[in-house]
C-alpha cells in the first residue's frame, strides 16, 4: 500500500528553522511530482512548494519564496522540505503529497506534521 509519513515538525521559535521529511513507500517516487501543503486552524489548506518528478523545477509561493527549499531524493524515496527564518504565520500542520497525471489522475496524502512557530 501507498504511504506517506511526514516527520520533522515541532516547536521553534521565530527566526528559527526546521527540516520536515516525507518517506513515501509503496511507489516509485520518480513517477511522481511532489508538494508541501500546510493548513492552520480556521484556514484553507495552501500549497507552499512543489517539485517536478525529476527534480527539474520547483515553485513556491510569495509567501515562503526565499525561505523554504524543497528537495527530493528519489534513490530513498524521500522529499524534504527545508524552512529557514520561520515566522508564528509559518504555523500549521504540513502535508506531504505525491501527484502524477497519467494514465490517470492520482494523488496521495500524507498524515501531516505540526509546525508551531512561537516565542
Known amino acids: 500500500q501507498v504511504q506517506l509519513v511526514e516527520s520533522g515538525g515541532g516547536l521553534v521559535q521565530p527566526g528559527g528553522s526546521l527540516r520536515l521529511s516525507c518517506a513515501a513507500s509503496g511507489l516509485t517516487l520518480s513517477r511522481y511530482h511532489m508538494s508541501w501543503y500546510r493548513q492552520a486552524p480556521g484556514k484553507e489548506r495552501e500549497l507552499v512548494a512543489r517539485i517536478t518528478d525529476t527534480g527539474g523545477s520547483t515553485n513556491y509561493p510569495d509567501s515562503v519564496k526565499g525561505r523554504f527549499t524543497i528537495s527530493r531524493d528519489n534513490a530513498k524515496n524521500m522529499m524534504y522540505l527545508q524552512m529557514n527564518s520561520l515566522k508564528p504565520e509559518d504555523t500549521a500542520v504540513y502535508y506531504c503529497?505525491?501527484?502524477?497525471?497519467?494514465?490517470?489522475?492520482?494523488?496521495?496524502w500524507g498524515q501531516g506534521t505540526q509546525v508551531t512557530v512561537s516565542s
Open positions: 503529497k505525491a501527484d502524477r497525471w497519467s494514465p490517470i489522475i492520482v494523488n496521495y
